[in-house]
């Protein structure tokens, strides 16, 4: 078995009926996946005009407020057989459409699905790559995780990296129907190479501990609280 990454990725914001609707519908979706053993983490995340994405150039650190284009709604990682059976239980999860569903091998790391059961507030830390073509993002990826290899800290609660899109597929929905495409996405400015989370009093704290990171000059994070904390 191979565990992958379910990653939502909200095309527009639902009105408040149907996001209720769509959170019963959801809700149901990942209770089934809990059931059939296939499910090791979820958590959805507050939204984007709440976060914050950090970058640095040279020796300026810029801090953009949310909204995002393209922002990560929610996530599961899951157990699966082989990329098509992941990618099978993927397309059961219940989406708008302009929503899109991106399915990646996880490559490394940890899941905490209890994260969220003491008090205090959890952030996501998105790592996002920018490069002219997947190689050059493969090589990126790995010096940020070369560089963040001994930055944890206390606070550090888990975190995982992923494998390159290449191995992916995408989910979208054209004309009503789900279609599936084969990854790379070239069409996509930054691709998220990893997550991982820390428990920290603010979301100002978030920012000013990811600031002092290193690899934030040759990529982004894109900060998020977890809803549930």
């Known amino acids: 078995m191979t565990e992958y990454l379910i990653a939502l990725i909200e095309g527009v914001t639902p009105a408040a009926d149907e996001q209720a609707r769509l959170m019963d519908a959801r809700a149901a979706w990942t209770a089934q996946l809990e059931k059939e053993g296939a499910l090791r983490d979820t958590e959805r995340l507050r939204d984007s005009h709440e976060g914050r994405r950090v970058h640095r150039v040279g020796n300026t650190v810029h801090v953009e407020q949310g909204p995002f284009t393209e922002p990560l709604a929610s996530y599961w990682a899951v157990s699966a057989e082989d990329l098509e059976a992941a990618v099978a ?3 059961r999860l219940p989406v708008l459409p302009g929503d899109t569903v991106e399915v990646r091998p996880i490559m490394k790391g940890s899941h905490d699905p209890k ?3 003491k008090t205090g507030k959890v952030f996501a830390f998105e790592v996002l790559g920018n490069a002219p073509n997947e190689e050059a993002w493969i ?3 790995n010096r940020i995780d070369a560089e963040t290899d001994n930055h944890a800290t206390r606070d550090f609660i888990s975190g995982l990296r992923l494998e390159a899109p290449r191995t992916g597929r995408r989910l979208v929905t054209q ?4 279609v599936v495409l084969d990854g790379p996405f070239p069409e996509s400015k930054e691709v998220i190479g990893g997550l991982f989370f820390m428990r920290l009093p603010s979301l100002e704290d978030a920012v000013a501990w990811v600031s002092t990171l290193a690899y934030v000059g040759i990529g982004a994070t894109e900060i998020r609280e977890v809803w549930r904390s």
């Open 89 to 91: 239980l993927a397309k």
């Open 115 to 117: 994260k969220t059961d």
């Open 175 to 178: 004309q009503g129907r789900t």
């Open 139 to 141: 090589r990126l990826m």
